[in-house]
């Protein structure tokens, strides 16, 4: 039997732990509306606190920075950085290692998020032996 499509309103009161290790408000995806092409919710990065280095498979990203300051290593070795500001948009291509997380010491950082995958978490792919590399080179350079 076909599930009846119609609008559905979401009001974000469940958090779910993502494979990144950051806890993100659910919201629009497949597990919570059927959602077919996307897939939508917010994050917020505690102060000093950062992603595990991951790519998502063939899904593109898009960020909006909605409060704090976010900063992301990204790159076949992570080997670029950028800084994002409240107001800035995310564009981030399928298959792109990227680390994000909060530089503040004190202050969250929230992001929306929307994928074009409508899965939560299926196409996260965690990149353990980029992420070790990269933080041998931040040891390094410290």
Known sequence: MDKKRTCRLIRSSRTYHGKQGLDYAEAISKESVDAQGICMHLLTIPPGKRAKAHLHQDHETAIYMLH????????????????????????????MPHLPYNPSETEPCTT???????????????????????????????
């Open 68 to 95: 704090g300051k976010s900063a992301m290593w990204y790159g076949e070795n992570l080997e670029l950085y950028m800084e994002l500001d409240v107001g800035d948009f995310l564009y981030i291509p399928a298959g």
């Open 112 to 142: 929306l998020i929307a994928r074009t995958d409508p899965n939560e978490q299926e196409s996260v792919l965690l990149l353990p032996e980029l992420e070790a590399e990269w933080q041998k080179d931040q040891l390094l350079a410290d």
